[in-house]
C-alpha cells in the first residue's frame, strides 16, 4: 500500500514499534527508527546486485519531493546512470534538469568565489538581471532568442536600458557557461555566436588624465583647508602620487606601512599578487597624517567610528566616489575619477624619460612575455627616483612654494 503525507506525520517524531521499512512504490520505502526518524531510501538493482541509497530524511523532504526523486533516479538508470555516482559527485541527487540558476551558481560556487575579489559584483550581475526573468528554466531548452530578450531588460540605476551593462553580462555569461560545458555539468551553446554588439555595447577605453594645467590648480588646491575634508584630501594625495587602485590604499593596513625601512607592501590588488612600492621622504609626511587620523583603526581609512557599527572595517569605494566630482565642482576641471591617476602618472612619467618596466611596477602590473616568469625584481630604488621625479614635476609645476607639506587641521 502506497505512504500517505497523514501516515508520516502521524509516525514523525514519535516512539515508533511497527515495521521497520514500509514501501511506497517503484522502489521507494522508509526506514523508521524506534524514535520516529523517518528515512525515504530507494531500492534497486545495478548490475544484477541489490543497491540500496538514500534520499533525505522526512519532513525535511517531504513525501511528493521523494517521489520525483526516485522517479528521477529510475529513469537516469534506465539511461545507464548510477545515482550512487551522482550523490558522490555532489549533486545531492539532483537528477532532473540543470536550470539556469542551478548552472550559473555551480560557476560562482566552483570558480568565482575561489579566484575573483569581484565575486560579490558578479554574483549581483546575474542576481538582479538573470534569475528573475529565466532562472527557472531548465538550461539545455533555452534558445538565443531567450537570452537575447534576456539581454534587453537589463537596466541601470536609473531604469533606463544599460547597454554596457548588458555587454559585460555577456562576457561573464558565456564564461559560466564554458565552465558548466567543461566540467560536464551541463551543456547550452545559446548565446556561442552572440557578440556584444549584438545585445549591447562594450565599455569605453578611458581617454582622460589630467594635464599640468589642471595639476597646477589641484596640487595647491589638495594642500589646503576646503570643504572635501582633511582625510578626502589626503588620500587623493597618495592615489595621485603613487598611480595605484584606491583599493589598495583604502583596504591597507597600517602595519603595510613599514614606515621605519620606507616600503609599502599592497596585498588587496587586482591582479592577485603582493605589490611592493617605495615610500620616498617626501610622502612619509601625507601617510602618518592619515595614520593619525585613526588612531584607533587597524586600516589605513577606516569607516568613521560614527557610521561603523561597532566594526573596525575599511571605507568603501562609494564613499571615495564622489570626492572628484567636488573637486572638479570647485575648480571648474572638466570631471574626471581617482582611477584617471593611474594614467595621468603613466603618460607624465612617460614624458618625464621613466622607462615603461619601471612604470609598470609602479601600477602594480605583471610585466610582459619572458620578464613576467623570470624577472621577480621590485625595482624599489628605480621606483623611488621615478616618484620623487613626479612628486618634484608636481611641486615645481604648481609655483607654489607654500606647497611643502600638509596643514594640520580638523576635516
Not at 520505502?29 to 545495478?46: A, C, D, E, M, N
Request: hydrophobic letters at 35%.
Amino acid at each position: 500500500m502506497a505512504l500517505s503525507d497523514t501516515k508520516l506525520r502521524s509516525i514523525s517524531g514519535k516512539p515508533y514499534s511497527g515495521p521497520a521499512e514500509i514501501a511506497d512504490r517503484d522502489g521507494l520505502s522508509v526506514r523508521i527508527s524506534p524514535k520516529g526518524l523517518i528515512t525515504f531510501q530507494r531500492r534497486y538493482r545495478w548490475q544484477g546486485k541489490p543497491v540500496r541509497i538514500r534520499l533525505g530524511n522526512y519532513p525535511e523532504l517531504s513525501l511528493s519531493a521523494a517521489r520525483e526523486l526516485n522517479d528521477a533516479a529510475k529513469r537516469n538508470a534506465d539511461k545507464g546512470i548510477d545515482p550512487r555516482f551522482e550523490k558522490k559527485i555532489g549533486t545531492q541527487l539532483n537528477l532532473g534538469p540543470v536550470t539556469v540558476q542551478v548552472a550559473i551558481d555551480y560557476w560562482l560556487t566552483e570558480y568565482v568565489d575561489k579566484n575573483l575579489k569581484s565575486a560579490g559584483k558578479v554574483k549581483k550581475l546575474f542576481t538582479n538581471h538573470v534569475y528573475p526573468f529565466m532562472g527557472d528554466l531548465p538550461l539545455e531548452q533555452t534558445e538565443t532568442r531567450h537570452w537575447i530578450a534576456m539581454f534587453k531588460q537589463v537596466k541601470g540605476a536609473d531604469g533606463e536600458h544599460a547597454p554596457v551593462q548588458a555587454g559585460i553580462l555577456l562576457s561573464k555569461l558565456k564564461q559560466a557557461l564554458r565552465f558548466c560545458r567543461v566540467h560536464r555539468f551541463a551543456d547550452c551553446r545559446a548565446v556561442d555566436d552572440l557578440r556584444v554588439a549584438d545585445i549591447g555595447k562594450k565599455e569605453s577605453v578611458g581617454e582622460r588624465r589630467l594635464v599640468d594645467s589642471e595639476l597646477k590648480l589641484l596640487w595647491p588646491y589638495l594642500h589646503e583647508t576646503n570643504l572635501i575634508g582633511a582625510r578626502n584630501r589626503l588620500v587623493t594625495i597618495l592615489v595621485l602620487l603613487y598611480g595605484c587602485r584606491t583599493v589598495e590604499i583604502r583596504t591597507s593596513l597600517k602595519t603595510d606601512w613599514d614606515l621605519k625601512n620606507r616600503v609599502w607592501t599592497a596585498t588587496d590588488t587586482k591582479a592577485g599578487h603582493t605589490v611592493r612600492r617605495p615610500i620616498p621622504d617626501p610622502f612619509v609626511h601625507y601617510i602618518q597624517r592619515l595614520i593619525d587620523f585613526f588612531p584607533n583603526s587597524q586600516y589605513l581609512v577606516p569607516v568613521e567610528d560614527a557610521y561603523n557599527k561597532g566594526k573596525d572595517k575599511p571605507v568603501s569605494g562609494q564613499s571615495l566616489v564622489n570626492i572628484t566630482n567636488r573637486i572638479s565642482d570647485h575648480l571648474g576641471l572638466t570631471t574626471w575619477g581617482l582611477h584617471d591617476c593611474r594614467r595621468t602618472l603613466d603618460t607624465s612619467l612617460s614624458e618625464l624619460g621613466i622607462p615603461p618596466y619601471i612604470i609598470e611596477k609602479m601600477l602594480g602590473h605583471k610585466l610582459a612575455g619572458v620578464m613576467a616568469v623570470y624577472n621577480k625584481h621590485d625595482y624599489l630604488k628605480d621606483q623611488e627616483h621615478a616618484y620623487i621625479t613626479w612628486y618634484n614635476h608636481l611641486q615645481v609645476n604648481s609655483s607654489a612654494s607654500n606647497v611643502l607639506s600638509f596643514k594640520k587641521h580638523t576635516a
